[in-house]
């Protein structure tokens, strides 16, 4: 018995544990043996890799368990951040809250980033003590009205043509839809329609979307345009072709008024091709072709009533070779330039109607109101046409389509030279001037600018070309000794 017991005594005093005795160790020297003994324990545990052994800390916990892992970074965590925010003490008051279990794990492979993946899975901390930090990024909420409030299709694409992002998703109809689109190809921005295209192209199945863009030919160019960029051929191709078949079903239902030889059922059959899906310049064109039509009608029944009764003298004089019924737009300007040049204004057969109504450029007017008036020989009229006062009261004369096309057209009316040099004179270019001026025998004008020019030679070689005798051979003989009696003097 007395060696068991020996044995026993010699287990406890060499086991790192230490049993309970009734021997009186509170003494000074034994607590601190104690105390030396602690630390030298904790030195091993950081420097020994040996994890054979279980190390105890002071609270009696396994060294390297889970929870005390928890409770030593807890406990750090809260020191180091003590001074910056006192709400994180709190926080470490729910570390502790964690299970204890029992590791074979060292706290120096736990320093050494080797924790297990089972481990680290329960290394979670209670979201109640942590306070976040990073501000909550959210856009500002003027941006959130682009997506939610009920804009209308107009205000969605001024929106859109300052950039603002806008859904297009709440305009669901087919009404809407179209709505839109007007008011985007109303706009002039070539971005905002073809985005709307995009949204009608993805919302819209084909046929309903190529059928109305029949009527809608700035943006049909602008979905052309779209796909031929993208490089959609099937789709392009479908739209191509159905639009030369439209284009070609329209011309030729327009083109059966030629067929009609009724004027009346004509007018009428002009009356319904405005209709058409054409374009809006076709459909303009064909709305001056009805309306110069309607007009043509008037006044072919009031002159051949005129022309009837022998009421008009310029009927008498000038009789009508043909009817004024279905000629173009410039031939029925003539002909009101000719039998009904003084009417007023607010006639149907007046010149200054017809250049307002079918909006005739001014250069095409005067072209067409000189050859009238040059054809009747009315130079009064010819002189008026280009005669213009400005705010001082001061007249001179302006022609738009230039003083050397006047020439030629009074020329080819047979204009007396007289009528002819005073246009030539107005002739701005010298050498044009000189040209027209010998070229239709304007000799006093060949005379003044070779004189104005003061060169003898040409005016000399001249007076080879005038009748002897004639009052411009006088003219050039006083022109060159008056130069000869200033070069001596």
């Known amino acids: 018995m007395s060696r068991v017991r020996a044995d026993e005594e010699e287990y406890w005093h060499s086991s790192k544990f230490r049993a309970f005795t009734f021997d009186d160790e509170d003494d000074e020297l034994s607590q ?193 345009h779209f796909l031929k960029e993208t490089g959609e051929q099937k789709l392009l191709l479908d739209l191509l072709r159905l639009c030369f078949f439209s284009l070609s079903l329209q011309l030729s ?59 008009s003298e310029i009927f008498r004089k000038y009789p009508r070779k043909a009817s004024i019924l279905n000629m173009p737009l410039v031939t029925t300007l003539f002909y009101s330039c000719f039998y009904h040049y003084t009417e007023p204004e607010g006639t149907f057969s007046s010149p200054t109607n017809l250049k307002k109504t079918f909006k005739i450029p001014d250069k095409q007017y005067v072209l067409t109101a000189l050859a009238a008036r040059a054809k009747l020989r009315a130079w009064d009229d010819v002189d008026a046409l280009f005669t213009t006062k400005n705010w001082l009261g001061y007249t001179k004369k302006k022609a738009p389509i230039g003083f050397h096309r006047v020439v030629e057209i009074l020329q080819r009316n047979n204009a007396p030279v007289q009528v002819l040099q005073e246009y030539v004179r107005l002739v701005e270019d010298v050498e044009t001037r000189l040209n027209l001026a010998t070229k239709y025998k304007c000799h006093d004008v060949v005379i003044e600018t070779y004189k104005d020019l003061k060169d003898r030679i040409h005016l000399t070689a001249y007076k080879c070309k005038v009748e002897r005798g004639s009052a411009e051979e006088e003219k050039i003989n006083s022109i060159l000794n008056n130069t000869v009696r200033n070069t001596y003097q």
């Open 32 to 224: 601190l043996k104690e105390s030396k003994r602690a630390v030298n324990s904790l030195r091993d545990i950081v420097d020994d890799d040996d994890d054979d052994l279980e190390r105890v800390s002071w609270s009696g916990e396994p060294v390297g368990s889970i929870s005390w892992s928890i409770k030593e970074t807890a406990s750090s965590s809260t020191s180091s951040l003590e001074g910056r925010d006192s709400s994180l003490q709190k926080g470490s008051s729910s570390y502790a809250a964690f299970p204890k279990q029992v590791s074979s794990y060292s706290l120096s492979n736990l320093f050494k980033g080797e924790v297990p993946h089972t481990q680290c899975g329960q290394m979670t901390f209670s979201d109640t003590g942590v306070k976040n930090y990073a501000p909550e990024l959210r856009r500002p909420k003027a941006e959130y009205k682009d997506y939610s409030s009920d804009w209308s299709p107009k205000d969605t694409v001024r929106r859109m043509q300052r950039g603002k992002i806008c859904s297009l998703e709440r305009f669901r109809s087919l009404q809407d839809k179209l709505v839109l689109l007007d008011e985007a190809v109303a706009g002039h921005d070539g971005n905002v329609i073809t985005a709307v295209l995009i949204f009608l192209k993805r919302t819209l199945r084909r046929e309903i979307l190529f059928r109305e863009l029949e009527v809608r030919q700035v943006a049909l160019c602008h979905l052309i």
């Open 253 to 311: 239902q327009y083109r059966e008024h030629l067929n009609i030889q009724d004027v009346e059922k004509r007018r009428e059959f002009l009356k319904g091709c405005i209709g058409l899906p054409f374009s809006s310049e076709d459909t303009s064109h064909i709305q001056d072709h009805y309306t110069l039509l309607e007009r043509q009608i008037i006044i072919e029944a009031n002159d051949r009533h005129l022309e009837t009764a022998g009421q």
